[in-house]
């Protein structure tokens, strides 16, 4: 089974630029999850996905950061304009339903570092 | 909000020596979530704790879920060189299961 997949990898940007990150959830899995992982801190939950629906995104810092699931299956992150302190690991999760019972499986990241 | 908090945040034992890492929320958890992430890579999934009180073991991995259910501890018996890495906890709780992870518990193990 193929695990989630983000893109890019590692990204570097100048302060005020745009940004956007791509996530391709584990094929079936109906929410998906959108974390920022500061250096040395946990994941924060930015914003939770239940097919094309917003769960929740009471962290999402909304004058900065937008996020789709249009088709309810890949998605994109955005920042607009960049700060300083945005750079972080973001990490994309899917699982399969969202219950509790529901494991979340993580992609690999997109390392951002803002100059 | 809800608040996970984890301690220790490092912890370097000699390699034999066990390790346990703790976790607690400010909140009554509807279960609890624990992950562990290499150097450099992503969380991945351990085990899942629902049931209060409830105990669950992987090979050397002890899970633990307090009464209350706003605690859990994991610990690892005779640490190895492989059990390098920062474990997490993830407490779920609300009608949508929002998931708060804590810091999370760096470990060190020297050889």
């Known amino acids: 089974e193929a695990g989630v997949a983000q893109s890019p990898r590692y990204k570097i940007i100048e302060k005020r630029q745009s940004v956007a990150f791509w996530c391709n959830p584990i094929?079936?899995?109906?929410?998906l999850y959108w974390y920022q992982q500061i250096l040395g801190q946990g994941p924060k939950l930015l914003i939770q996905?239940?097919?094309?629906?917003?769960?929740?995104d009471s962290q999402l810092p909304k004058d900065r950061f937008s996020a789709e699931r249009l088709k309810g299956v890949d998605s994109t992150l955005k920042i607009q304009p960049a700060k300083l302190e945005d750079s972080a690991v973001y990490l994309c999760a899917s699982s399969f339903s969202g219950t509790p019972q529901e494991t979340q499986y993580f992609g690999p990241g997109t390392r951002l570092l803002v100059l | 909000g809800q608040q996970v908090m984890q301690i220790p945040q490092y912890q370097h034992v000699q390699e034999g020596e066990d390790f346990t890492t703790y976790c607690n929320s400010s909140?009554?958890?509807?279960?609890i979530q624990w992950y562990k992430q290499r150097p450099g890579g992503h969380p991945v999934f351990l085990i899942q704790?629902?049931?209060?009180?409830e105990v669950k073991k992987q090979k050397r991995l002890t899970f633990q879920f307090g009464e209350a259910k706003k605690n859990s501890s994991l610990h690892i018996t005779a640490t190895q060189t492989t059990d390098v890495g920062t474990y997490f906890c993830?407490?779920?709780?609300?009608?949508?299961?929002?998931?708060?992870f804590g810091i999370g518990t760096k470990l060190q193990v020297i050889p």
């Open positions: 993830a407490g779920l709780s609300g009608g949508y299961q929002k998931v708060t």
């Open positions: 094929s079936g899995h109906a929410t």
């Open positions: 996905f239940q097919n094309n629906g917003v769960v929740d």
């Open positions: 704790l629902v049931k209060s009180g």
């Open positions: 909140t009554t958890l509807s279960n």
